[in-house]
């Protein structure tokens, strides 16, 4: 909710990773338990775009973007 594109232990832009959606700039991914916020923010219109919230369990951030069903 606070400076969403500041980086923290919770809250990182993924690099090198192209989404299976629309993204404006870079994507960010927010860890929240076992969930994974993915992101993208419009900074100077203060809009931030909730992409896509996937339970993570024990895989990568890769199989989280792109579960198997959808590739």
């Given at each position: ?38 992101y ?23 199989e ?8």
């Amino acid at each position: 909710m606070h400076e969403p594109t500041f980086p923290t232990r919770r809250k990182k832009v993924l690099q090198g990773v192209t989404p299976p959606w629309e993204q404006v700039g870079p994507v960010w991914q927010l860890r929240v338990g076992d969930y994974r916020v993915f992101y993208d923010v419009i900074e100077d219109e203060l809009i931030v775009w909730i992409r896509a919230l996937r339970w993570k369990g024990p895989r990568t951030t890769e199989e989280v973007l792109y579960p198997e069903d959808r590739r």
